[in-house]
C-alpha cells in the first residue's frame, strides 16, 4: 500500500526525522514515521476490506491446521509486543502467499499449502510473515515510501520548466525504486527470514524445514523470478543459502524447546 496517512510539510517531516529514528530486533537502523496506533489501524482496515473482497475459505480441517500451526508461532511472541490475539483467516485461492498485518491479522492463502507441504514448512512462512509484523517493517517501508515521494516532489519543484524535466523524473524514478526501496525490500526480507527461524525453532517447528520449503517454492516458480536486483525478495538460491548457514544458530533453540515439551502435532 503506498497512499500515506498524511500529506507532511516540511517542518513536519523535519519533526518525524528527528523522532522516527528506531532499531530493529538485529540492531538495524529504521526510519519509522507513523505510530504503533496508526500501523495497526491501517492493519485492521486493510484486513477488513481483504475478507470482503477474497473468497474465505469454510474448509473446518484446513482452517483448524493452519490456526493450529499460527497458534503455536504467535505463542511465543513476547508480550512486550502488545498483541495478545491474532486472528487467522485462510483465504480459498490458488496462489502461494501468506501474510501478517500490523494489529495481529494473518492471512494464509490456500495454495501455499501445495507448495509447504507440512506443519514445519507452514511455520516457516507463517514466522517469516509474523516476524515482518514484529521488525515494524510495513511502517518502516510506508515511511520510505513517503519520504521517497517529498525528495521526488521536491526535485520536481526545483526542475521547474526545463525541457528535460519528464526524462529527468522518470529517471529519477526508477533510480529511487531499484536504487532505494527494492534494495531495502531485500535486506527486510532476509532479516524477516532470520527471526522468522528463531521464532518458529522456540516454537518446537524444525527450523531445517526451511530449505526444502524453498526449494519447493523455487520449483513452484518455474524459473520465473525477476532477476534480484529488481525484486524486493533475495533470489531462492541467496536465500537457501542464508537459511542453511544460520542453522547452527537455531537449532539448538528448537531442540530447546523439543526437551521443554513444545511438540506440535498440527495436521492437515
Known sequence: ??????????????????LGCAQSPTGRSQMLLYSPQQMSQLGADS?????????????ARL??????VARAVTAQVPASYGISNWEVVVFDSKQVNAFALPGGKIGVYSGLLKVAKNQDQLATVIGHELTHVLAQHSNERLSRSQLA????????????????????????????????????????ESEADRLGLDLMARAGFDPAAAIPLWQNMSAASGGKNPPQLLSTHPSNESRIAELQAQQAEVQPLYQQARANGLVPQCKE
Open 63 to 68: 482452517n483448524a491446521y493452519v490456526s493450529c
Open 1 to 18: 500500500m503506498t497512499a500515506p496517512f498524511y500529506k507532511f510539510g516540511l517542518a513536519a517531516l523535519c519533526t518525524s526525522l528527528l
Open 149 to 188: 515521494d517529498i525528495g521526488l516532489s521536491v526535485a520536481d519543484i526545483a526542475m521547474g520548466t526545463s525541457e528535460y524535466r519528464g526524462a529527468t523524473m522518470a529517471a529519477l524514478g526508477l533510480g529511487m525504486e531499484v536504487g532505494v526501496l527494492l534494495p531495502y525490500g531485500r535486506e527486510q
Open 47 to 59: 484486513f477488513e476490506q481483504m475478507k470482503k473482497q477474497e473468497k474465505v475459505s469454510t474448509d
